[in-house]
């Protein structure tokens, strides 16, 4: 299968299976989308404080040419397709390492690894299956964005440094690599726009 190298390396970031968690969820993601809601103190009395998503405001995008304007407009599907991954990628492996500091022992931990790599490989087959190669890529850098790390870091701390370099030998065949950083000042500037515009909602 030609992505599988992504399905693995969605396993190895994720590390926490959905439905053992019992968390329905469905062949098309959302952005995870936060509105906080406190109370604040004013002239002795307590009023509503509801924080918002910040709003991006910047100059609309100009195009030399149509197929300028297509390339982006392909880029702004790509990452409303690809970043609630990434999202959930950030979430399930903050639960998962948790969970993991409970267990008693290595053996117990490996185990549960193992078993996690398993439904997770099951259970996003399908979605990862519709990926072509540049939403791949575009996955792992916004995993490096989500997490903090690089793809190839998560999977050696968690599957070991074999699987690791297997795992990016592998995506090397079809042009990817789990070392891939994300660089919003530089050649990810135009994706960083994008994904404060779809977290903001503005997208």
């Not at 409303?80 to 399930?92: D, E």
Request: charge should be positive; glycine fraction near 4%; charged fraction near 25%.
């Amino acid at each position: 299968m030609q992505k599988i190298w992504c399905v693995l390396l969605f396993a190895a970031c994720a590390l926490q299976s959905v439905r053992a968690a019992g968390v329905a969820v469905s062949d098309t993601l959302q952005p995870i989308v936060y509105v906080h809601v406190n109370r604040a103190f004013y002239q002795g009395d307590s009023i509503p404080n509801v924080t918002l998503h910040k709003f991006i405001c910047a100059a609309p995008m100009t195009f030399r040419s149509e197929r300028a304007r297509a390339r982006y407009n392909r880029m702004v599907a790509n990452v409303k397709y690809v970043f609630p991954m990434a999202q959930l990628a950030k979430q399930t492996l903050i639960e998962t390492y948790d969970y993991l500091q409970t267990l008693p022992d290595e053996k117990s931990r490996k185990e549960h690894i193992a078993r996690v790599e398993k439904g997770v490989k099951e259970q996003y087959t399908p979605l990862i299956k519709k990926m072509s190669r540049s939403q791949g890529k575009l996955l792992v850098k916004l995993i490096n964005r989500e997490c903090g790390q690089t793809s190839f870091d998560m999977v050696k701390a968690f599957l070991g440094p074999l699987r690791a370099n297997f795992y990016q030998i592998f995506a090397g065949l079809y042009g990817n690599s789990l070392t891939k950083k994300y660089d919003p000042e530089g050649e990810d500037r135009y994706t960083e726009r994008i994904v404060q515009m779809v977290e903001a909602g503005q997208l």
